[in-house]
């Protein structure tokens, strides 16, 4: 047996399944991090992988878990994961209704749970996940753990709060990667890593765009690298913590260059600018979140009738009211009307909160790379 206890002393009782708690001498070991749901119906192994998920504990509201299993961890020829979001499970545990002990799928080679354990990764089944949605819901994201029903954890080992460290360094690479696209290069531009999904770089290789992949403390400023954009990744934790990147942004922008960012990319494109960020309650975590698009039109921007379904995964958002003169608000929530993209009025910068590239998701706005390229190919000014 195995327990799920939240920062408000909240307990929910489950079985343990993935990695086990209980080590050899007997001890208990736990997960901890910040407690959190997504609502996709699937893109486990996706969700699992996606650095943006790094010192959290994932809570899966679709209740069966692992029906399909998981796919190969093979590497492609640039030398990342072909199949998954990363080489690397980020989130601390997982939380699941029913786990499925089997599988049923053409290129799945491991069960969710054996996948786990060789990761050294806990999860926790059995668990009423409507109601600890509901909680979740009220009163907003929690510090919580996992651990064994009846371990010798100590109370003075506290619940540790992932918010407190530099999430974005851990996640990020370490010095810079080119990749070049198989075909004609057609672009190229400098790819802020700040734990960046790896079917953003797959989106950008076969469109015929060199990628140089950049840590996110990388100064553009003094860049040797030859580029013609900047693009910005998502990534996990407060996006003010990301000062570095936030001057490399700033100083882009003050050049004029073309620069485009997802998720995090977008809230720190929103501080750059002078704007400003806030924690939302309990974030957007699916793969069904309804955006609607604003437009120019007669000097003023308006919403239009387009309106896209799309994947997301944060916790911040960018304070509509804090943005500068010349720069607007480009997509906003359906749901809740919160902030889904920023554009200044030259068109030359733009950021979304949402991601073009799916996986898990819809593909609905997978276009917005093809008029990245097209605005750095002069298109489009």
């Keep these: 047996m195995a327990t799920l206890q939240l920062s408000d002393g909240t307990t929910f009782h489950g079985q343990s399944f993935g990695a086990p708690l209980d080590d050899a001498r007997g001890d208990t070991s736990f997960a901890s991090g910040e407690v959190v749901f997504n609502t996709g119906m699937v893109g486990y192994p996706e969700s699992m992988t996606d ?12 209740p069966l ?64 996940t409507r ?7 009220e009163h907003g994201v929690m510090l919580g753990r996992i ?20 999430l974005v360094a851990e996640v990020s690479c370490t010095e810079p990667i080119t990749y070049e696209p198989e075909g004609e290069c057609i672009a190229t531009i400098v790819a ?51 000062v570095p990147t936030i001057k490399s942004i700033r100083w882009s922008i003050d050049q004029g260059i073309p620069t485009f960012g997802i998720c995090l990319g977008n809230q720190l494109m929103a ?26 039109e007669n000097g003023k921007w308006k919403m239009t009738e387009r309106c896209i379904i799309t994947s997301q995964n944060h916790g911040f958002a960018v304070d509509e009211k ?37 996986t898990p998701g819809p593909e609905d706005a997978n276009e917005l790379f093809d008029e990245f390229l097209a605005l750095i190919k002069g298109k489009n000014h």
Excluded at 193 to 221: A, E, T
């Design 51 to 62: 650095p943006s998920y790094r010192g959290q504990i994932l809570v899966f509201t679709y």
């Design 65 to 128: 878990i692992g029906n399909y299993g998981v796919p190969s961890e093979e590497k492609n020829a640039w030398g990342f994961s072909k199949n998954l979001e990363s080489e690397a499970i980020h989130v601390r545990g997982i939380v699941v209704a029913s786990a499925s002990e089997d599988y049923s799928h053409f290129a799945a080679v491991s069960s969710l749970g054996r996948w786990m354990e060789h990761h050294g990764i806990p999860g926790i089944t059995g668990i009423d």
């Design 131 to 137: 109601a600890l949605t509901k909680k979740l819901r």
């Design 147 to 166: 651990q064994m029903e009846n371990g010798k954890l100590k109370i003075e080992n506290e619940i540790e709060d992932p918010n407190k460290q530099n």
């Design 192 to 242: 802020f890593d700040c734990g960046m999904k790896r079917n953003i770089l797959r989106s950008f290789l076969k469109r015929g765009v060199r990628v140089h992949r950049v840590p996110w403390n990388y100064d553009l400023q003094h860049s040797t690298l030859p580029y013609d954009g900047v693009f910005i990744s998502n990534g996990p934790g407060d996006p003010k913590a990301c």
């Design 271 to 296: 501080l750059a600018v002078g704007g400003d960020t806030f924690k939302l309650k309990y974030g957007h975590r699916g793969a069904n979140q309804p955006c609607q698009e604003l437009k120019m």
């Design 322 to 358: 804090s943005l500068p003169k010349g720069w607007h608000v480009w997509f906003k929530n359906a749901n809740d009307g919160s902030v889904e993209g920023i554009a200044h009025e030259s068109g030359r910068f733009r950021a979304v909160q949402f991601h073009p590239e799916a």
